[in-house]
């Protein structure tokens, strides 16, 4: 009934009939709404979107030191400002940052230095990046139109005529999102936004942050600033400064970024998307200590926050204060958060705490909760490394085997278990686990070190020194790697 | 995601199948009984108008009968209700009651029962207004600054504006560039209506620009006329929001200061009178409804918030208070005050669920489901494992994930080569130094024993020998099937290669049982190609720069025995002297000595005389054999030449060394071309052209050294693999 109705009020605009009566009011009334639902059926906060294709990280225009101060670019984490944690302590990303305690779209992306570096990034499954990011995510997204309508678009754009709507401020806002989030036509959307702000005289804030976002998926982050900047000055809007705060990460100006979150902040005090930005930026940077001290400003404003209390969390977990992160993901736990990852974390610091009896319900619970091979094959890792700790060798090698059944690239697993088979004395087998494991993953450096003392005490000399460089790429204060380096360079010099 | 979940302390359902809304709701004393506390009405798109009285329920008695005092059906679906005091001569509180195309005004009254039942309530109808637009909402208020009266506003469907002076109907307005109803909101300080139109603004509009605009009625003959008259309606401010808005309430702290409260799709808004942004909150949830009430603290508002994810949230100001959890998703929240208890949070879903209650730290509904537990039988368990355990000890044995050889294999693969060359030559380059290059023909014969799977096979000769083929992708095989493919091998380059022997790899899944899509599994065979590939007979040469004296403990044998293939039609029926042209042009020869067990390779070139000694050696081996002689030993006497291999090494280390360098030099140059593109691409992307400013000469530059670079490295790299073959027989034939 209402399809039909709808159906009609399309027709009707798309021939443009004017009609004397109230006719045409009405189904443009209809018609919006229809736009409007369509939206939201498909909407995201575009703060949270965040897809950095190759291209985008390695072309752009932008970036104008390639070797930056330490501590004002996010490209090279500083590994000591800030007292940040070991890689010894905390497990690094592929891009040399902690790990966090809270997926972000941000998080995932490792932000390589070189273009040869970025293609010589192992890709397995979970870290293969879309080239550029007007492919991929944004494309499948922007299929909702056909989905939705078996008869085709809603809306032609084609036929659509900009320069009528825009002149329209009643429908030209709904419009707009509807290009914008349910077509995802930025070209499209940004003629529109253009013709609309010319319209509205350039006084409404609204359409420069709108023409900011379509920059800003166009990649041209330089005219999203000003825009948003621009913005700013007709009304200070939350939404703007986390816009514009966006544009100088991506620009990779961390520090310009925090200056204008607080900024922000002077306009809107204590409010917790600006505070869990300023977080962010500082668990981006290393500078773990700062990051908490935000993340408890959040907590302070809104003490539901899940993101502040995982990162919080996560962070006493690996300051060796499990207990203390115990009571956090307690809380979360009480406040509903139902899922593996969090029963994991619970059995990590059960166990830990040395609350034995509680760990292998924990886990067994986030063996119950998985939704993906990925997390069931981190839930049999940990409890590998509860099984080593409780000397359980024969249990350890078994669920080091079935984290890699079920993830198969696995790097952590692959080098527990070498060490395992090591143990075992099959020093053949255990060579092949750590080259693997060294080749999934470079970043991390315990394969590279164990494969150099492995190689040395079997009298290769030669891979033992490559893996002890490689090691040492990954982790140049790790004392033990020194040693054997130095060693190793002792016998070379003596030949 | 709360702690805590929000205490009931009276709740009812409402019908079945009844649908209600944000207007449905309202909390007063609407039956004047002067004693403070609060009923509450409930009205719903079904036309059911309630009533309630909540009180605790005393156990023992009906506890819901009892808090309810009406229930009428008013045949036509209630958008809203109002309590205010809308009829003229009289203070009392009437209920208003508005629907699609009617506003009634009831009037509600209670009488002290003289039986055991309880007391009567009665509605009455005081007046009703019918419409000729449909109605969307209304507010109420003293319009004008009249005092101890209420009017009526009701915003139609269709954007107008229509007042009521209680019994009478004022006037209605169209508000100007309206498409969809938003909320609408009186102001009684300021005299204003408030409401956020389809252009995603806030819109104040003054009672008294509304009242001397020019009138709906006469609207399209008005709007010529607006031009001149100056009587065009106009709002006092506006304020952009950016987003539709769920509801707008007023909240007064005291007579001179209050607040305008927006509730945004996304955000939570506070506004001061002239429009100003008092402060505002993102959510990051989907809100439903929300209450704005007066704070206990100076200056500060709280606001109750209600989520669709079940939440109730209070805030003080943006400070998130407490969060409760609630039963359903509320369409309407208000604050009342009841007998027994103040304050008590009203909810209404849109299902119908009413709920009065308080926050209290009751823990919140979500409790982790129980794992299923099972009664421990120890003795089960343990036998259980112990089998468990049998079986993974098996499977370790039989498979693991690096594989083990296998003793037989699935597939079996036999390379032989032909004993001829190739009629025609099937090489690439026809000749090299003038010489024709030959090619020989090699047969692979691939017999399954069980059934593979898509076996691959590869072949690998050392360079610059070549193969015709070197992938062949072949059908699955069933048990026992046998296939042949031939390929032919030959020299593609201007240096001999280190060694004649090839691989090949045949790459095949065998399936299982448990995994029918196969295990791969990799099989493997070698094969040897003739010296006649490389190099034909020539005469010997007496004298060359670089000897090898191999000696041997047998008398010398005839060479044109050893090498048949070589033997020169010439007057030398002893075999004493052989010599190997080889086709990149140096030659080798071998003496044998007639007197001693000597043998003797003599070149021009060290690293040649490798393949030939490696040769000889072999054929020998094979010579002697032949005859059943098993004590033949050759060995080498003299000094190792270590200068000369020396020299090669260093040679080839020089080699490389360039070949890094030019690697470095290739990937700066690649960083400085890909900086060049990109000052170029913004250039390009400025709106106002600048000039390049030799930009593209500098990149023409820059694409030129890349080229010649690139040029430059492959000629380093091409002779390197030349010559780390020719440090690898030195170095193999001094081990030897």
Redesign the interface.
């Given at each position: 009934m209402s399809q039909s109705v709808l159906k009609l009020s399309q027709n009707d605009l798309s021939r443009e009939r004017k009609e004397s009566d109230s006719a045409l009011p009405i189904s443009e009334a209809a018609w919006s709404l229809k736009t409007r639902a369509l939206t939201e059926m498909v909407y995201i906060d575009e703060v949270d979107v965040d897809h950095e294709g190759i291209a985008e990280m390695m072309l752009d225009e932008s970036s104008i030191a390639q070797v930056a101060r330490p501590g004002t670019s996010l490209r090279l984490p500083g590994t000591s400002q800030g007292g940040g944690p070991s890689p010894a302590v905390r497990p690094m990303t592929q891009s040399g940052r902690p790990i966090t305690g809270f997926v972000r779209p941000s998080t995932q992306s490792g932000r390589p230095g070189t273009m040869e570096q970025a293609i010589k990034t192992p890709r397995t499954a979970h870290t293969a990046r879309p080239v550029t990011s007007s492919s991929g995510r944004f494309v499948r997204l922007g299929t909702a139109s056909m989905l939705t309508n078996l008869d085709g678009p809603f809306i032609n754009l084609s036929r659509l005529n900009l320069t009528k709507y825009a002149q329209k401020p009643n429908m030209s806002k709904t419009l707009f999102e509807y290009i914008f989030h349910h077509e995802n036509d930025v070209k499209n959307a940004l003629d529109f936004a253009a013709l609309a702000t010319e319209h509205a005289q350039f006084k409404d804030w609204w359409w420069k942050v709108q023409l900011g976002k379509c920059y800003y998926r166009l990649g041209l982050h330089r005219e999203a600033e000003k825009q948003f900047r621009s913005a700013l000055n007709h009304q200070e809007m939350v939404d703007t400064y986390l816009y514009l705060a966006k544009v100088y990460q991506r620009l990779d100006q961390p520090i310009t970024a925090l200056n204008l979150f607080k900024q922000g902040l002077d306009h809107f005090p204590g409010e917790a998307t600006l505070l869990t930005g300023i977080a962010r930026i500082h668990e981006e940077m290393n500078n773990i200590t700062s990051a908490t001290e935000y993340y408890k400003d959040v907590l302070k404003q809104d003490n539901t926050h899940v993101e502040a209390i995982a990162c919080i969390g996560s962070n006493h977990f690996y300051t060796d204060q499990s207990e203390i992160a115990l009571r956090f993901y307690r809380r979360l736990l009480q406040m509903g958060v139902y899922n593996c990852q969090l029963y994991n974390n619970l059995g990590l610091c059960c166990f830990y705490a040395q609350q034995y009896d509680m760990t292998l319900s924990s886990f067994e619970r986030a063996l119950a909760l998985v939704s993906s091979d990925e997390e069931q094959a981190d839930v049999w890792y940990n409890l590998g490394h509860v099984a080593v700790g409780i000397g359980d060798l024969t249990l350890a090698y078994q669920c080091f085997k079935l984290a890699l059944a079920f993830n198969n690239d696995h790097a952590e697993a692959y080098n527990n278990l070498a060490v395992l088979e090591l143990r075992k004395g099959r020093i053949e087998q255990s060579k092949a686990f750590l080259q693997t494991a060294a080749s999934l993953a470079p970043h991390i450096y315990e394969p590279h070190y164990n494969l150099a003392t492995l190689a040395e005490k079997i009298g290769d000399l030669q891979s033992s020194y490559a893996a002890a460089q490689k090691a040492e790429d990954a982790f140049p204060e790790h004392v033990d790697t020194q040693q054997i380096l130095k060693s190793l360079r002792q016998h070379f010099a003596e030949l | 995601?709360?702690?805590f979940k929000a205490r009931d302390w009276w709740a009812t359902v409402l019908g079945e199948g009844e649908e209600f809304d944000q207007g449905c709701l309202c909390v007063g004393d609407v039956d004047n009984s002067g004693t403070g506390f609060d009923k509450v009405v409930v009205g719903s798109y079904m036309g059911m108008l309630r009533i309630f009285s909540p009180h605790l329920s005393k156990p023992g008695e009906p506890s819901e009968a009892d808090a309810q005092l009406l229930e009428v059906h008013l045949r036509d679906p209630i958008i809203q209700v109002e309590l205010g005091k809308f009829v003229s001569c009289s203070e009392l509180l009437h209920l208003a009651v508005l629907h699609p195309r009617k506003v009634s005004v009831y009037a509600v009254s209670g009488m002290a029962g003289n039986v055991e039942h309880g007391d009567q309530y009665q509605l009455r109808l005081v007046y009703e207004h019918n419409l000729q637009r449909t109605a969307c909402n209304m507010t109420y208020g003293s319009f004008g600054g009249v005092t101890g009266h209420h009017f009526i506003c009701i915003q139609s469907m269709?954007g107008m504006l229509m007042f009521f002076e209680q019994e009478t109907y004022a006037f209605g307005r169209f508000l100007p560039?309206?498409?969809?109803p938003g909320p609408l909101c009186y102001c009684a300080h300021t005299d204003t209506f408030l409401t956020v139109?389809?252009?995603?603004q806030v819109e104040s509009y003054r009672y008294e620009t509304l009242a001397v605009a020019t009138d709906a009625d006469t609207r399209h003959e008005g709007e010529q006329q607006s031009k001149s008259s100056g009587k065009r309606l106009q709002a006092d401010w506006t304020l952009?929001l950016?987003e539709?808005a769920l509801d707008i309430y007023i909240l007064s702290f005291s007579s001179s200061s209050h607040s305008i409260f927006v509730l945004g799709e996304?955000?939570l808004y506070c506004l001061k009178d002239s429009g100003q942004?008092r402060?505002?909150?993102?959510l990051?949830y989907n809100p439903s409804c929300f209450f704005p009430y007066a704070a206990v603290g100076e200056g500060t508002s709280n606001v109750l918030m209600a989520n669709h994810n079940n939440m109730l949230l209070v805030y003080e100001d943006?400070?998130?208070k407490w969060?409760a959890?609630l039963a359903c998703v509320p369409v309407a929240v208000r604050v009342a005050n009841f007998q027994e208890l103040k304050g008590l949070v009203v909810t209404l879903s849109s299902e119908g669920h009413l709920q009065c209650s308080y926050m209290g730290t009751d823990?919140?509904?979500?409790t982790?489901p129980k794992?299923e537990a099972r009664e421990v039988n120890y003795e089960e368990v343990d036998a259980e494992m112990r089998s468990l355990q049998k079986i993974?000890r098996e499977t370790t044995r039989t498979q693991d994930?690096?594989p083990r050889a296998d003793i037989e294999d699935d597939l079996i693969i036999t390379a032989s080569v032909s004993t001829d060359l190739d009629a025609v030559s099937q090489a690439l380059l026809p000749e090299i130094n003038g010489t024709a290059v030959p090619s020989v023909t090699v047969q692979i014969k691939v017999k399954s024993r069980n059934a593979v799977q898509s076996p691959k096979i590869t072949v690998c000769v050392q360079p610059p020998l070549a193969v015709s083929q070197d992938q062949f992708v072949l059908d699955s095989l069933g048990a026992g099937a046998q296939t042949v493919v031939t390929l032919s091998a030959f020299l593609d380059g201007l240096y001999p290669p280190a060694d004649l022997t090839g691989d090949v790899a045949a790459y095949y899944s065998s399936p299982t049982e448990l995994n029918p899509a196969g295990v791969p599994r990799v099989t493997q065979c070698k094969f040897s190609l003739p010296l006649r590939l490389l190099c034909s007979p020539t005469a010997p040469l007496k004298s060359a720069k670089y000897k090898i004296t191999v000696d041997t403990n047998k008398p010398p044998v005839n060479l044109n025995q050893v090498f048949p293939e070589f033997a020169v039609k010439s007057d030398d029926k002893e075999g004493g002297a052989l010599a190997f042209r080889f086709i990149t042009g140096s030659s080798v020869s071998v003496l044998a000595s007639k007197s001693s067990q000597r043998y003797r390779i003599q070149s021009e070139n060290f690293e040649d005389m490798w393949l030939i000694a490696k040769e000889l050696v072999q054929r020998f081996d094979g010579h002697f054999a032949k005859q059943g002689v098993n004590d033949f030993r050759n060995s080498f006497a003299g000094p190792i030449p270590l200068a000369e291999y020396f020299e090669i090494v260093d040679h080839h280390f020089e080699l490389r060394v360039n070949a890094e360098k030019y690697q470095d030099l290739l990937?700066e140059r690649a960083?400085q071309f890909?900086a060049i593109?990109?000052?170029l691409?913004?250039r390009f992307?400025d709106k106002t052209p600048a000039p390049l400013q030799n930009l593209d000469t500098l990149m023409e530059g820059t694409y030129r050294q890349v080229i010649a670079l690139a040029d430059r490295g492959r000629r380093t790299l091409q002779p390197a693999p030349g010559c780390c073959l020719s440090v690898q027989p030195p170095t193999w034939s001094s081990c030897w």
């Open positions: - | 995601m709360s702690l269709d560039g309206f498409l969809l139109s389809s252009a995603r952009i950016g539709g996304r955000s942004i402060f505002m909150k993102k990051e943006i400070t998130l969060a959890q823990p919140s509904f979500f982790a794992v993974i994930i690096l990937s960083v890909r593109q990109r000052r691409l913004t992307k």
